[in-house]
């Protein structure tokens, strides 16, 4: 009987692709860059699953040209933006995603963020390496403190969560803003749920950690912008479209707030073009908040064991349709 088959769009951590090539014939998508679409289709017809990234866009017309024998799609990500879960649901695909391992990994890179913006971490180390360095000076490089300031979390999930429990060891009043009031966060921390204009217009640092959707879709646009503090910093460790780009450039520009710290962008790669890239008090990083060693490679077990029990039938171990299973 042959084998099913798979294919896996990038590279992933080796013992997790062993894990699947020990059960299912698994072709790997080698490039550094993801496959163009019309090239991810061709690989993909005829499999039994999909182990994708947030870089693929998966929708029902693709389920459709792919197959009735595709059996499961299993994101290596916790955000599944890119795949039109309804289609999936639709199909009777259940799609996997990678939730809680990289909680710590990306509240910690959201505090790096934070940080760095508010210190100019990164318009320092860029003077230094250019050569302008040249004395202690009372009035150079003047950021923002963070003890002791107020932090704002819109999105109380498990990362919005370790975002504010980082918090304590700087001794912050921490708001947040959600769709619903997260009780079981505030029983475990001090928090005050508040409207999104009060956590905008009293924040000192805005961190944004909500999925993206219709409805936070530029959910930080020019009024938004507008309602935060000249000195406030804000940091994106979620999705780059919930900020409205232009208008964070022009907020930056003219002092409307005071910095942003940004772990993606839209689109991603970021344009080499776009003016956010020419001002100082905005520190740019390539999407790498889950990136370290032991979350990647955790994140590529979960990855492979849903797209296994996924072929086999079995329900998967994380699963963001579970209404397949209905
Ligand atoms: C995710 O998992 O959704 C992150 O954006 C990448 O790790």
New binding site residues.
């Given amino acids: 009987m042959s084998r099913p088959r798979a294919f896996i769009t990038r590279e992933i951590f080796p013992d997790a692709l062993e894990m699947i090539r020990a059960e299912v014939d698994a072709e790997v998508w080698p490039d550094e860059l993801p496959p163009p679409p019309d090239v991810l289709l061709e690989e993909c017809r005829g499999v039994d699953g999909i182990l994708c990234l947030?870089t693929d866009k998966i929708d029902g017309d693709f389920m459709d040209a792919v197959g009735p024998q595709l059996k499961v799609i299993s994101q290596l990500?916790?955000?599944f933006d890119n795949i039109y879960i309804p289609d999936a649901t639709r199909h009777g695909i259940p799609v996997g995603n990678?939730p809680e391992v990289?909680t710590h990994t990306?509240a910690d890179a959201a505090w790096a963020l934070l940080l760095a913006a508010a210190r100019r971490i990164g318009e320092g180390e860029r003077a230094v390496r250019a050569g302008n360095w040249r004395t202690w000076h009372p009035l150079h490089y003047l950021g923002q403190d963070v003890y002791g300031a107020t932090l704002g979390i819109i999105g109380m999930g498990r990362i919005g969560f370790e975002v504010a429990r980082r918090s304590l060891g700087f001794n912050m009043r921490v708001l947040y803003s959600d769709i619903v009031r997260q009780e079981q966060y505030e029983a475990q921390l001090p928090m005050e749920y508040v409207d999104i204009d009060t956590l905008l217009s009293q924040s000192d640092f805005v961190s944004l950690n909500t999925v993206l959707n219709s409805s936070t879709h530029h959910l930080i646009d020019a009024e938004a912008l507008g309602k935060m503090k000249p000195t406030s910093v804000l940091v994106n460790a979620s999705r780059g479209p919930i900020v409205d780009q232009q208008a964070l450039y022009e907020a930056l520009r003219d002092g409307e707030i005071g910095a942003a710290g940004l772990d993606?962008t839209d689109p991603e790669p970021i344009r080499e073009d776009d003016p956010l890239l020419t001002l100082e008090n905005c520190v740019i990083v390539p999407?790498i908040?889950?990136a370290s060693v032991a979350t990647r490679r955790e994140?590529s077990r979960i990855a492979a064991v849903n797209l296994l029990n996924g072929i086999k039938g079995e329900r998967l171990i994380t699963c963001v349709n579970p209404e397949v299973y209905i």
């Fill in positions: 947030l990500a916790v955000g990678t990289l990306t993606v999407h908040a889950s994140m």
